[in-house]
């Protein structure tokens, strides 16, 4: 049987601005191959049905903290699995990649499934919570320092001095509560366990599907494990959030920046953290930060990218000039009707999608869908 791979995402044009800077997970690339993810995966995972939702397999799987020392202390990753409703017809795992950073997969599973009942026929559909999140570790600091975060949009030298000072101190703090994990909980790592979860499933490739922030490690797995995927993300939310960076409304539909309320308790959980590592923005000044929120995103990579002609949120335009951006490899799929997001909208954008993950093919150049009532 061929080995196959495919990715279709969502993705986050908050972090595409920031990709000028250098990413601090790349510079330790080649700490861990796919025979060491592979070895880690072969310690498998003991599934069960989980608690909230007894249809639902729950699972863990140990995965090194620092990838580099693979025999060293190790994090459980949460994961959850809905089998496939045809296991005759049954093509692999599908891996989904949550947003946020901070959303749980393990939740995206327990809820009703939102893939096409012909993905769920083929697939097993997987998430997890990453390093970091959730039930894997979650990344922890005090609600007393978290709660004096200063006013997240910066508009001068004085708001990035209070914003300096406030990092070093929450970083200091959440270093001290979360313990050695939150050293590595960059997209890298995340990519590693990624492949360590492939391995632990049993299939030669992976087939994962991101949203929003999710995408930023499927392409580090892009980068670190080149012969095990291919990659074609859709990009859903770009626009919304491209208009928050402009000045415009945060998005109902995804999760609040840091201090949009303060955290009750003693504690915090604190996913922005994985941004942080991320993203090394060594910025001297609120000019530089200012220069590096208006760079344009330079992807190279294959995309699938769909939009609605009468989005209530985003215009369309704008997902049309993202297509021409990223070059001849993207290809743009416009429904031409109303609603924000168009996956699985109709039979024709769901039948287009549905081929990409399951048979690899990507629509027509210039493939439009008639608007309709959406179905279900």
């Given at each position: 049987m061929?080995k196959?791979t495919?990715?279709?995402a ?6 595409a601005s920031?990709s000028?800077?250098p ?7 080649a700490?861990?191959g796919e ?5 880690v995966g ?9 608690e909230?939702?007894?249809t639902?397999?729950?699972g863990?799987l ?8 693979p ?6 990753l949460a994961?959850a ?9 049954r093509?692999g795992?599908l891996?989904t990649n ?9 939740n995206?599973?327990?809820r009703p499934?939102?893939?096409?009942e012909?993905?769920?026929r083929?697939f097993?559909i997987v ?5 970091g999140?959730?039930r894997s570790?979650a990344?922890t ?5 978290y ?10 030298q ?6 300096t000072?406030f ?10 509560l979360?313990g050695?994990l939150?050293d590595?909980i960059?997209s890298?790592?995340v990519?590693r366990?990624?492949d360590a979860i492939?391995?632990?499933?049993g ?15 499927q392409?580090m797995?892009a980068?670190l494990f080149?012969?095990?995927m291919?990659?074609?993300p859709?990009?859903?939310l770009?626009?919304k ?5 402009d000045?415009?409304p ?7 920046p840091?201090?949009?309320g303060p955290a ?6 604190f996913?922005?953290?994985?941004l942080c590592?991320?993203?090394n923005?060594k910025l001297?000044?609120?000019k530089a930060y200012?220069?590096v929120?208006?760079a344009a995103?330079?992807g190279?990579a294959s995309?699938l990218v769909g939009?609605?002609r ?9 997902s049309?000039?993202?297509a021409?951006?990223?070059g001849p490899?993207?290809t743009l ?10 996956c699985?909208m109709?039979?024709?954008t769901?039948?287009?999608m ?7 093919q990507?629509?027509a150049?210039?493939?439009r869908?008639?608007?309709e009532?959406?179905?279900?």
């Open positions: 061929p196959r495919s990715l279709l969502t993705a986050l044009v908050a972090m920031l000028t800077a990413m601090a997970g790349v510079g330790n690339a700490v861990a025979g060491v993810t592979d070895a072969k310690r498998g995972i003991a599934w069960g049905p989980c909230d939702e007894p639902v397999e729950c863990k140990a995965v090194p903290i620092d990838w580099s020392k025999d060293g202390p190790t994090v459980d994961l699995r809905r089998r496939t409703t045809d296991p005759s017809a093509i795992s891996l949550p947003g946020g950073p901070g959303n749980s997969g393990v995206d599973i327990l499934s939102g893939f096409s012909e993905v769920q083929r097993d998430s997890y919570d990453p390093r999140v959730g570790g990344a600091c005090s609600a007393s320092v709660n004096k975060i200063p006013y997240e949009v910066m508009t001068s004085a708001d990035y001095d209070k914003w000072a990092n070093k101190k929450l970083r200091a703090d959440c270093r001290k979360t050695p939150y590595h960059d890298a790592n990519a366990d990624m492939r391995a632990a499933l299939d030669d490739k992976l087939t994962s599907y991101g949203v929003s922030y999710g995408t930023l490690a392409q797995y980068e080149p012969n095990i291919n990659e074609g859709d990009w859903a770009e626009a959030v491209l208009r928050a960076l000045g415009g945060v998005p109902d539909d995804m999760p609040d840091p201090g949009n009750s308790g003693e504690h915090a959980e996913p922005t953290a994985i590592e991320d993203y923005l001297r000044n609120y200012a220069d929120m208006r995103n330079k190279s995309l939009a609605s009468h989005d209530p949120s985003t215009p369309y335009a704008w049309a000039t993202v021409r951006q990223l490899k993207a799929l416009s429904y031409e009707g109303w609603g924000h997001g168009i699985g109709t039979d024709c769901k039948a287009a549905d081929k990409y993950l399951i048979s690899l990507v629509p150049k210039g493939t869908c008639p608007g009532e959406p179905q279900g």
